[in-house]
């Protein structure tokens, strides 16, 4: 079965610090790998996604991901997070199945302190 | 503005009570998502929808939900007798691709 792990609950960082957030994942196939963010009471806003090609993807806010094919991993970076990157993160495994339903992560919540 | 709205943003019912929510998806877009999000956690898949044909169902969607999309357009989510378990955040997500664009959602609470 699919699956999203996401290790870290919440992680906080200082602003100008570079971020890490981590995602593993379970799938049988290539996955279609995507990650969210959402703030206090918003809908959740895509980031970047990973469909094929190079495993080195970027995304909006300057984040970015690299897909690990040999790790299940596709984590998400930032050089230098700013103060309203303070949010939820959420790592997501489209399935080819079922209409490509997102199988989502936990979430991680990022706090940035000044 | 041409994105997924959902009405209403916000629901307060008692317990038993039927509820129903509406999603207006991206007009273009064939497939159509119901997601449930509890606090703390990530959207849980519920069902979906390509075009007006309901073709899957999560184990989370118990007798009591019910799932339309009559026109293959909008689409309601119905939840009869309510119960203080079903309070979440739902959420509706439409497709035409493999990428998902998902509405702000409709908070129900059940007292």
């Known amino acids: 079965a699919q699956s999203v792990t996401q290790p870290d609950i919440h992680i906080t960082v200082s602003e100008g610090a570079s971020l890490e957030l981590r995602c593993n994942y379970s799938?049988?196939?290539?996955?279609?790998l995507f990650w969210y963010v959402q703030s206090p009471g918003q809908g959740l806003q895509l980031l970047l996604k990973?469909?094929?090609?190079?495993?080195l993807v970027q995304g909006i806010k300057g984040f970015e991901a690299e897909f690990k094919r040999s790790q299940s991993s596709f984590n998400l970076r930032k050089p230098s997070v700013h103060w309203s990157d303070a949010a939820e993160y959420f790592c997501?495994?489209?399935?080819?199945?079922?209409?490509?339903?997102?199988?989502f992560g936990a979430g991680t919540r990022l706090f940035v302190k000044a | 503005d041409t994105g997924v709205s959902q009405d209403p943003r916000h629901k307060i019912t008692k317990r038993g009570q039927n509820v129903t929510f509406r999603c207006d998806p991206i007009s273009e877009h064939n497939r159509l998502y119901w997601y449930r999000q509890t606090l703390g956690q990530g959207p849980e898949f519920l069902t979906y929808?390509?075009?007006?044909?309901?073709?899957?169902k999560s184990r989370l969607l118990s007798d009591r939900f019910s799932a339309e999309r009559p026109k293959g357009s909008f689409s309601t989510l119905e939840i009869q007798r309510t119960e203080q378990g079903d309070s979440a955040m739902y959420l509706c997500?439409?497709?035409?691709?493999?990428?998902?664009?998902f509405g702000p959602g409709t908070r129900l609470t059940v007292l």
């Open positions: 799938y049988g196939a290539t996955p279609y």
């Open positions: 990973y469909f094929s090609g190079d495993t």
């Open positions: 929808f390509q075009n007006e044909a309901q073709l899957e």
């Open positions: 997501a495994v489209g399935a080819i199945t079922g209409g490509f339903k997102t199988i």
């Open positions: 997500a439409s497709s035409l691709t493999n990428e998902q664009f």
